[in-house]
């Protein structure tokens, strides 16, 4: 059962909001998927309303190797 407070599962990612602290850094689109552009830590934060109650979650973001620029003639 999903329904809300009966302690199942609930996929609400197409619901939430994404937002990366530093877009220098990584960034993130509206479904959630992060791009590291180049090395440092930032922090991506996912929001997501239901009624009146809104949940914030902070995740860390740590990118180790800075994009990749694409061969020429490729």
Not at 22 to 46: C, E, F, K
């Amino acid at each position: 059962d999903n329904l809300p407070g009966s302690g199942g599962v609930k996929d609400v990612t197409a619901n939430c909001t994404f937002l990366s602290s530093n877009d220098n850094i990584a960034t993130v689109t509206s479904g959630g998927q992060v791009r590291g552009i180049v090395v440092g830590t930032t922090s991506v934060t996912v929001s997501y309303t239901e009624g009146n109650v809104t949940k914030t979650v902070v995740v860390p973001v740590t990118v180790t190797k800075g994009e990749q620029p694409i061969p020429q003639g490729v």
